[in-house]
């Protein structure tokens, strides 16, 4: 980062490498759509490389990143009210060999599942994602931020500008709604159906 704000080229790609992925999963879940949301990307890579000299480094690079993006899909939206759809994706772009996903979320553990197994968990991954998509948006970002980011709540209180105390209860929220939500579609609730443990 350090190298990047001295004008080194070659520094500022490695942070495009890096967060690449999660920035197109962030666009991807606000847009719905991978031309707009790859668009968003492009754009926030772009205003991060032009005031990088301005960047303080009182949050991380991701987190600056992260609200750049967040800023310019929120316009998108605004501009173009369309609600185009996406297929859930189970894993995010970018992402390396072994990186959470979607099964992840559902507490599932590795290995070669036979069909019906296959099959349940399928259901429970889109019944999960079902449950997400009818959070409010403040609680469902607040949750994806956490579960499928991996960001702290600092780093959640950080990039939302919202105080660590509201990270918290939005979280307590969305997991208890999911868990409601789950249980309302006849999901049995267990450790590894609960979006605490995902």
């Known amino acids: 980062m350090a190298r990047a704000k001295q004008g080194d080229h070659e520094a500022f790609r490695v ?3 890096r967060y690449q992925g999660r920035a197109f999963a962030l666009a991807l879940r606000v847009l719905k759509d991978e031309e707009r949301a790859r668009d968003a990307v492009q754009e926030g890579f ?3 490389y032009t005031s990088i000299a301005k960047f303080e480094g009182r949050s991380s690079f991701y987190t600056w990143l992260y609200r750049l993006v967040m800023n310019l899909c929120l316009d998108m939206k605004r501009r173009d009210k369309t609600d185009r759809e996406v297929e859930w994706d189970e ?3 970018g992402d390396p ?9 559902a507490g599932q553990g590795a290995g070669n599942p036979g069909p019906a197994q296959a099959l349940e968990r399928s259901e429970l991954r889109k019944r999960i994602a079902e449950a997400i998509s009818q959070l409010p948006e403040d609680a469902r970002e607040t949750l994806l931020l956490r579960e499928v980011d991996g960001l702290s ?3 959640i209180a950080d990039a939302l500008e919202i105080p660590k105390g ?4 939005r979280l307590h929220y969305a997991r208890k709604r999911v868990q409601e939500l789950l249980v309302e579609a006849g999901v049995q609730i267990g450790r590894a159906t609960s979006p605490e443990n995902a």
């Open 15 to 17: 942070l495009v490498e």
């Open 46 to 48: 772009l205003k991060a």
């Open 91 to 93: 894993t995010r772009p």
């Open 97 to 105: 060999a072994g990186a959470p996903t979607a099964e992840a979320m």
């Open 153 to 155: 709540y600092a780093e």
């Open 166 to 169: 509201t990270v918290m209860s």
